[in-house]
């Protein structure tokens, strides 16, 4: 027996029903199916880095799936710098899950944190990449 491969996340009663022959005696039996959202992982990096002041750099991302379930939806990426939120972006993952979002030009020389967070969706759950982003002169 088949399952819908797009049968929602969520708790789902499933009942299969055998009509009977010269054999056998009809039955029936009921079960149920919990469907979770599958587990993501996002993978990137930032270049350049080291990056100039003033000059932007772009954060090249992807999110796959555990089950091989294309994720979609959009991938949150945060600048800080000493704990500081400097810009905050949004880009939306494309067919393949892939996303580049370009960063703001930074002028402080430092170390930066860039943080993306993919936002899940209703069947692939969230995942965070960390990464750090030098600006020297």
């Known amino acids: 027996m088949a399952i819908d491969p797009s ?3 969520g708790t789902h009663t ?3 029903t055998y009509g009977a022959d010269t054999v056998f005696t009809a039955s029936s039996g009921t079960v149920r199916l919990t469907v979770a959202q599958a587990g993501s992982t996002t993978t990137g990096s930032v270049a350049p880095n080291p990056v100039k002041p003033a000059v932007a750099a772009k954060a090249t991302l992807h999110v796959e799936s555990a089950t091989g379930v294309v994720p979609t939806g959009d991938v949150q ?5 000493n704990n500081v939120t400097v810009a905050s972006l949004t880009g939306t993952l494309d067919e ?6 370009t960063l703001p030009k930074l002028p402080q020389t430092g170390t930066y944190q860039v943080q993306a967070r993919y936002q ?3 069947g ?5 990449l960390n990464l750090t982003l030098t600006v020297r002169s």
């Open 77 to 81: 990426v945060t600048v800080r710098r």
């Open 14 to 16: 499933l009942k299969a």
């Open 96 to 101: 393949a899950g892939n996303v580049v979002v």
């Open 124 to 128: 692939v759950a969230p995942s965070t």
């Open 7 to 9: 049968l929602a996340v």
């Open 120 to 122: 899940g969706s209703a």
